[in-house]
């Protein structure tokens, strides 16, 4: 549990790499990050992204891993 008592509104962002992170629901997210539909208190957004978010390598090195798996796998 959070005892911060933030008590403002937050939006769930994320990246084109798939990383997720919040930002204060009344602005607009910097560039390249985009609102996922999930506001809340800070608390409820972090437990969203914590049972979403549950492979944190960014996307780009997902992908290139996969590649290099699946050449590995057809040798």
Sequence with gaps: MFE????RR???VVN???QYSIWPADRTPPD???PVGVTGV???CLTHIDEVWTDLRPRSLREQM???RQQEDSR
């Design 4 to 7: 911060d008592g933030d008590d």
């Design 10 to 12: 937050y939006a769930v």
């Design 16 to 18: 084109d790499e798939e």
């Design 32 to 34: 390249g990050w985009h």
């Design 42 to 44: 800070k608390e409820d």
């Design 66 to 68: 996969n590649r290099a």
